[in-house]
C-alpha cells in the first residue's frame, strides 16, 4: 500500500490594505476681486473681508469643501444645527448650494444631521426629490439622502456646538456653517483620519438619538 505524502501547505500572504497618510490643514474661506471662490492659507486681508462679507451667508463656500463632497466615494456625513437654515438672500440654503453637487458626488450614504429651522421642510422636500431622481432609471442607484433631527434641549444627547463634515474615512472641522457658507471670518480644517478621532462612534450615537423630520 503507498502512502501519499500529505499535501504542502501553502500560506498566501494577503496583501496589507494601504493606509492613507492624513495630513490636516487650515485654511479660510473666502473671494478674491472677481468675487471668485477661494480658500485661504492664511487669515484674511481687510480688504478680502469686506468682499466676502458683502455677499451674505451662502454667497460663496469653500471650493475644497464642494470639491471633496464631489468626489466622495461612499459617504458624506454632516453634522450643523444651522444646516437647513433659511439663509439671508436668494441664494441661502443649503440644499440651493450643495444640491447640485450632491446630484454628483459618488458616494451614496448621504446624512444629514441638524436642528429644525425655519424652511428646512421646503430643503428636506428637495433633497428627497434628488434621492428619488437618482434612484430611478435609467441610474437605478442606491443612493440615500437622509436627514434626521436632534431636538434642542437638555435630552441624553444633544448636538455639539461645532460643525462636523465625514467625508468618506476624512474628518472635517469647520468653524462656522459647514462648507464654509458663513459670512463672517471662520475657518476650517481637514485631513482627519474619522476613525481614529473617535468621529464615526460618535456621529451614530447622535444618529441614534436623532428623529426623523
Not at 130 to 158: C, H, K, M, W, Y
Request: glycine residues 6%.
Amino acid at each position: 500500500m503507498i502512502v501519499l505524502p500529505p499535501p504542502i501547505q501553502v500560506e498566501v500572504a494577503t496583501p496589507a490594505r494601504p493606509t492613507r497618510t492624513f495630513t490636516p490643514r487650515l485654511r479660510w474661506p473666502s473671494l478674491d476681486s472677481a468675487y471668485s471662490s477661494v480658500d485661504l492659507a492664511r487669515f484674511p486681508s481687510p480688504q478680502e473681508e469686506i468682499w466676502r462679507y458683502t455677499v451674505g451667508e451662502f454667497g460663496a463656500w469653500s471650493e475644497e469643501f464642494v470639491s471633496a463632497v464631489r468626489i466622495a466615494a461612499s459617504r458624506v456625513w454632516l453634522i450643523d444645527g444651522y444646516l437647513l437654515k433659511a439663509g439671508e438672500n436668494a441664494r441661502g440654503s443649503f440644499s440651493q448650494v450643495f444640491e447640485r453637487v450632491l446630484g454628483q458626488t459618488s458616494a451614496q450614504d448621504i446624512r444629514l444631521l441638524t436642528t429644525g429651522k425655519d424652511g428646512y421642510e421646503e430643503q428636506i422636500a428637495s433633497l428627497r426629490q434628488l434621492q428619488n431622481e437618482r434612484r430611478a432609471p435609467p441610474r437605478n442607484e442606491s443612493f440615500t439622502i437622509d436627514v434626521r433631527l436632534l431636538r434642542v434641549g437638555r435630552a441624553s444627547a444633544r448636538l455639539p456646538h461645532d460643525r462636523f463634515a465625514l467625508i468618506d474615512d476624512e474628518l472635517w472641522h469647520c468653524g462656522a456653517n459647514v462648507g464654509g457658507t458663513h459670512h463672517e471670518i471662520n475657518a476650517y480644517s481637514y485631513g482627519w483620519p474619522a476613525h481614529d478621532t473617535g468621529a464615526v462612534d460618535y456621529f451614530e450615537r447622535l444618529w441614534n438619538a436623532a428623529v426623523l423630520p
